[in-house]
């Protein structure tokens, strides 16, 4: 059972850069999307996006310009960086395993395994 | 504002049945991108529920199961119970965005 574990700080000032670390275990990051997904406070899930094993990306076009995914298959870890971040910002970010089949002719996929969450609180 | 509408809230008693729509697009769902549902339990991490046309990883009961019409889907809990109060999120694909959309969320009360 693949398990995945979030971590980083807890606390960013407003202007700077989010950055938080996923580590999976109990399977091997190969072979299998990777994603990033958070929640303000109160409210609901919002995808953040996506990275292959390879290290291809794909982002939500409303955080595309501050986003950036990474992987690191040698460590089995895929990472997230957040620039200029605000108050808006301030969320539970969860990292998830992406498994997909296909059906209609289209990929179709969905989040299988989570992480436990993190909190993110952009303050001064 | 999510891509994918869900009622706020549902309620129901325990042994009943209750249902959660979801509502999207010609983009997402009415484009043949499957459905799939999130139960979130209070302080926790949403859990996959069920994915595709009624697929339920191991451990989750028949009493969930969903169904597609259209640019619309539902989730249906029969025999509600008590362990069942949570947060319901759909999510699919969108072929505009290119990438996953998720519903609201429904908050479910059992009474």
């Known amino acids: 059972q693949v398990q995945l574990q979030e971590s980083g700080p807890g606390l960013v000032k407003p202007s700077e850069t989010l950055s938080l670390t996923c580590t999976v275990s109990?399977?091997?990051?190969?072979?299998?999307?990777w994603s990033w997904i958070r929640q303000p406070p109160g409210k609901g899930l919002e995808w953040i996006g996506h990275?292959?094993?390879?290290?291809?990306?794909n982002y939500n076009p409303s955080l595309k310009n501050r986003v950036t995914i990474s992987v690191d298959t040698s460590k089995n870890q895929f990472s997230l960086r957040v620039s200029s971040v605000t108050a808006a910002d301030t969320a539970v970010y969860y990292c998830?395993?992406?498994?997909?089949?296909?059906?209609?002719?289209?990929?179709?996929?969905?989040?299988?395994?989570w992480g436990q969450g993190t909190l993110v609180t952009v303050s001064s | 504002q999510s891509v994918l509408t869900q009622p706020p809230s549902v309620s129901g008693a325990p042994g009943q049945r209750v249902t959660i729509s979801c509502t999207g697009s010609s983009s997402n769902i009415g484009a043949g991108y499957y459905v799939h549902w999130y139960q979130q339990l209070p302080g926790t991490a949403p859990k996959l529920l069920i994915f595709g046309d009624n697929n339920r990883p191991s451990g989750v009961p028949d009493r969930f199961s969903d169904s597609k019409s259209g640019t619309s889907a539902s989730l249906a809990i029969t025999g509600l119970q008590a362990e069942d109060e949570a947060d319901y999120y759909c999510q699919s694909y969108d072929s505009s965005l290119s990438g996953s959309v998720f519903g609201g969320g429904t908050k479910l009360t059992v009474l």
């Open positions: 109990g399977g091997s990051i190969s072979s299998y999307y």
């Open positions: 998830a395993r992406v498994d997909y089949y296909y059906d209609s002719g289209s990929r179709q996929y969905y989040f299988d395994s």
């Open positions: 990275i292959y094993y390879s290290g291809s990306t």
